[in-house]
């Protein structure tokens, strides 16, 4: 059982949670991630590691709150244990020898971009940040970004904050300013993470991106979380979650993702049906 220290709701949609978990904290780098069962009979799903503390040996998870699993997860309270917390699984996302990136987050893919900005910066690497959202009432780790960001860019869809317009505006307004990157690391929506790709392509700029497709056992048996890369299929979980962009196939990715919406919103009804159950 894995105790939950602490539990912060970042916005109405997105909970943030700190977990004892010496052992993966001990071996945890930034682009991993762990799976998890909140309780027993709880269906597995990955979530990216969005901080850890060797010496405390405490794992942080961010996550929205969209499914049936997470749902069930969002019930744990402070003091209360999530029945399985497995990893760290997938491969850390390289960063040594890098001396300018721009990370690019959008929505609660900025919890996955966060860690790897902050140890970009701790390995003295100068970091712009551009991280978007679609209202001022769903950003989250603005302070974060900004005291490991050289320079930063908050956009919002609507403009309650920041700069209206896309993550792909800033971007590209900092690559005509001149900046040249090493590489550009991106993380969030499929359709963000696809669009950031073609602008960086058109600039020659080598880009990242996290990729999070349905899985199940983290290990590569399953086969649920294969991707085309570069006309190779690769599986997320144990080849990634980091490729390069310019050779992922996003159409393939958005269709088998799709897939499974119905299946998904299943899951939610049952829940909350079960939870109706419980209060009555």
């Given at each position: 059982?894995?105790?939950?220290l602490?539990?912060?709701?970042?916005?109405?949609?997105?909970?943030?949670?700190?977990?004892?978990?010496?052992?993966?904290?001990?071996?945890?780098?930034?682009?991993?991630?762990?799976?998890?069962?909140?309780?027993e009979?709880?269906?597995?799903?990955?979530?990216?590691?969005?901080?850890f503390?060797?010496?405390?040996?405490?794992?942080?998870?961010?996550?929205q709150?969209?499914?049936?699993?997470?749902?069930?997860?969002?019930?744990?309270?402070?003091?209360?244990?999530?029945?399985?917390?497995?990893?760290?699984?997938?491969?850390?996302?390289?960063?040594?020898?890098?001396?300018?990136?721009?990370?690019v987050?959008?929505?609660?893919?900025?919890?996955?971009?966060?860690?790897?900005?902050?140890?970009?910066?701790?390995?003295?690497?100068?970091?712009?940040?551009?991280?978007?959202?679609?209202?001022?009432?769903?950003l989250?780790?603005?302070?974060?970004?900004?005291?490991?960001?050289?320079?930063?860019?908050?956009?919002?869809?609507?403009?309650?904050?920041?700069?209206?317009?896309l993550?792909?505006?800033?971007?590209e307004k900092l690559?005509?300013?001149?900046?040249?990157?090493?590489?550009?690391?991106?993380?969030?929506?499929?359709?963000?993470?696809?669009?950031?790709?073609?602008?960086?392509?058109?600039?020659?700029v080598?880009?990242?991106?996290?990729?999070?497709?349905i899985?199940?056992?983290?290990?590569?048996?399953?086969?649920?979380?294969?991707?085309?890369?570069?006309?190779?299929?690769?599986?997320?979980?144990?080849?990634g979650?980091?490729?390069?962009?310019?050779?992922?196939d996003?159409?393939?990715?958005?269709?088998?993702?799709?897939?499974?919406?119905?299946?998904?919103?299943?899951?939610r009804?049952?829940?909350?049906?079960?939870?109706?159950?419980?209060?009555?």
């Amino acid at each position: 059982m894995f105790k939950i220290l602490e539990k912060t709701a970042l916005n109405p949609t997105v909970t943030k949670m700190v977990v004892n978990a010496p052992l993966i904290a001990r071996k945890a780098e930034p682009g991993q991630f762990i799976i998890f069962r909140a309780t027993e009979d709880g269906e597995r799903v990955p979530l990216t590691i969005a901080d850890f503390d060797r010496e405390k040996g405490t794992v942080t998870i961010i996550f929205q709150i969209v499914g049936g699993a997470t749902m069930e997860l969002n019930t744990l309270e402070q003091g209360d244990c999530i029945h399985d917390f497995v990893g760290p699984l997938g491969v850390p996302s390289h960063v040594d020898g890098l001396k300018k990136v721009c990370v690019v987050g959008g929505g609660v893919g900025c919890a996955i971009a966060y860690p790897i900005a902050k140890k970009l910066h701790n390995l003295g690497c100068e970091v712009h940040s551009v991280v978007g959202f679609r209202s001022k009432d769903l950003l989250i780790l603005e302070d974060e970004f900004r005291a490991v960001s050289d320079k930063l860019a908050v956009m919002t869809d609507d403009g309650s904050y920041g700069e209206k317009g896309l993550v792909t505006a800033a971007l590209e307004k900092l690559i005509t300013e001149g900046n040249k990157y090493d590489e550009v690391i991106a993380i969030g929506p499929l359709i963000m993470m696809k669009f950031v790709c073609a602008v960086t392509k058109k600039y020659g700029v080598k880009t990242v991106v996290s990729m999070n497709p349905i899985m199940i056992d983290g290990t590569g048996m399953c086969g649920g979380c294969r991707l085309t890369v570069g006309g190779e299929t690769k599986f997320a979980c144990v080849d990634g979650p980091d490729f390069d962009g310019h050779q992922v196939d996003f159409d393939e990715a958005m269709s088998r993702g799709a897939m499974y919406r119905d299946f998904e919103q299943k899951a939610r009804d049952e829940f909350c049906r079960l939870m109706k159950k419980e209060v009555e």
